[in-house]
T-cell receptor, first 115, second 111 residues
């Protein structure tokens, strides 16, 4: 069973505030990802990391930034939240093996509302 | 490029069968299937690797046709618990980049 955690689960915040969404995994996975998903809609990759000190932007342009200082931790930061950032943010991790390429395990998500 | 899923939505009665398709315009090395229930995170169902293998999990199975660059998910004798949105994720070069997910197929199983 996957052990990947996200906090907070729900966040309501005012415009202009700086926020950090936390994501941690205890599986020792090298690869971690952040997705943005509006309710009932598709998953958009916004950031991913191959390992410590490795981060890349995904397909969807995002004003957020990420860091990967420790293998197990992949926080996402919004310097100045805006209503357009309102969405669900899903964190995932994976470990590449010969048998299971990049099978991703998802955290429970953070539902962000910016007023 | 994002894979194309069809149909976008399907409504079934308990016990009926359904097929969900996932097609890509790029060469595929792997196809991953996930199910997401309302308000929850996507849950991994199965992975299919290049080679045309077919996999199954209880009454859910899938096939991968690398020539056609598509995968199909088969739900047999559907149960209420099968309701949710099904996403396919396609992988390119092994071990590189992230999966690219389709737009999802909403499946609703009614009593």
């Amino acid at each position: 069973e996957a052990d990947i955690y996200q906090t907070p689960r729900y966040l309501v915040i005012g415009t202009g505030k700086k926020i950090t969404l936390e994501c941690s995994q205890t599986m020792g996975h090298d690869k971690m990802y952040w997705y943005q998903q509006d309710p009932g809609m598709e998953l958009h990759l916004i950031h991913y990391s191959y390992g410590v000190n490795s981060t890349e932007k995904g397909d969807l342009s995002s004003e957020s930034t990420v860091s990967r200082i420790r293998t197990e931790h992949f926080p996402l930061t919004l310097e100045s939240a805006r209503p357009s950032h309102t969405s669900q943010y899903l964190c995932a991790s994976s470990e590449y093996t010969n048998r299971e390429q990049d099978t991703q395990y998802f955290g429970p998500g953070t539902r962000l509302t910016v007023l | 490029q994002q894979p194309v899923q069809s149909p976008q939505a399907v409504i079934l009665r308990e016990g009926e069968d359904a097929v969900i398709n996932c097609s890509s315009s790029k060469a595929l090395y792997s196809v991953h299937w996930y199910r997401q229930k309302h308000g929850e995170a996507p849950v991994f169902l199965m992975i299919l690797l290049k080679g045309g293998e077919q996999k199954g999990h209880e009454k859910i199975s899938a096939s991968f046709n690398e020539k056609k660059q598509q995968s199909s998910l088969y739900l047999t004798a559907s149960q209420l618990s099968y309701s949710g949105t099904y996403f396919c994720g396609t992988g390119g070069v092994p071990g590189r980049r992230a999966l690219t997910f389709g737009s999802g197929t909403r499946l609703q199983v009614q009593p």
